[in-house]
């Protein structure tokens, strides 16, 4: 589970809110109550007269003498203490918050994503399984197999159930979610979009040296473009086709991977509306992510071989 939460939230942000996470517990904040009296007590001793009086009352000659010695620095460490022991979660939330880190309420839309595209295919196959049922063994398996397996209709209600993931988890970010075909020889053949509407260029337009999409399948690695208006300002190394002067925000490309082929026979495009939506240095959080999805995509992909379309 921690190297998944690595992988996810990067090492040493993990770290960090582990520890947070960690110290309040209940023991542990039960314990760090009784060790923040001391502070307390400290602060109170040099900060309030009648408090140093009492206690200077109780308190041994050579006690006084030392307090009074480090005075300074014992002010300074209960202060400094008592202020890292109350930020410490108020900081642990703004790096969650500033980071895109996954919430429990995240990861609950993503079981839930996932479910959904098991159970559109459990209802498609609980259909046909009932009509085979009710016509006995007369049934033609050819036939069943292909109309139990609609590869293409899985593909598409993917893409778009990504779409929905995204902009349930992101508040008032847009996306446009699109699943690049790509032919053996790395030829640029057809989009699948969300919502089943045709994007408004057609896939060969970006068969070209400055496409995230074209650079994506001839590295066959992801490709993240945070700020899709500064790379476009590139004079060297630029990978991101404009089409408007006015486009704005961040950029995705995902290959996925077919393990039975070997080949890479899609790349997922997601193009966010804020710009460093997408981030480098959070590739092992996109592969662990978006690999969920790849795994259904390419378990689609070997049933439209199957099936030789």
Known sequence: MSNISHKINGRWTQRFLSFVDYIDRPWVVILMAVLNVLPILLFLYFTREPVAAVLNQNLSVSVVQWLSSYSLGLFLGAVLFLAVYNFLPKIANAIAKKSGILK???????KEAFEDIVGIKSDRIGGECETFLSKGDNSDPGQLFKSINQPDQQIYFTVNTIWKFLEK????????????????????????????????????????????????????SVVVIPDIQKEAEKTVDQHYHMFEESEKGSVLCYPIY????????????????????FTAGREDYYKWLYDQFGLRLGLEHSLRLLKGD
């Not at 429990?104 to 993503?110: M, R, S, Y």
């Not at 996306?175 to 699948?192: H, K, M, N, Q, T």
């Not at 077919?258 to 939506?277: G, T, W």
């Open 104 to 110: 429990l309420e995240d990861a609950l839309i993503l």
């Open 258 to 277: 077919h393990r039975p082929s070997r080949s890479y026979p899609y790349v997922l495009c997601i193009k966010a509306s804020k710009v460093n939506y």
């Open 169 to 220: 988890i992101s508040g008032n970010v847009g996306f446009d979610v699109r699943l690049a075909e790509i032919g053996p020889e790395g030829e640029l053949l057809s989009w699948y979009t969300h919502g089943g509407e045709p994007p408004r260029h057609d896939i060969s337009e970006l068969d070209c040296p400055d496409s995230a999409l074209r650079h994506c399948v001839a590295t066959k």
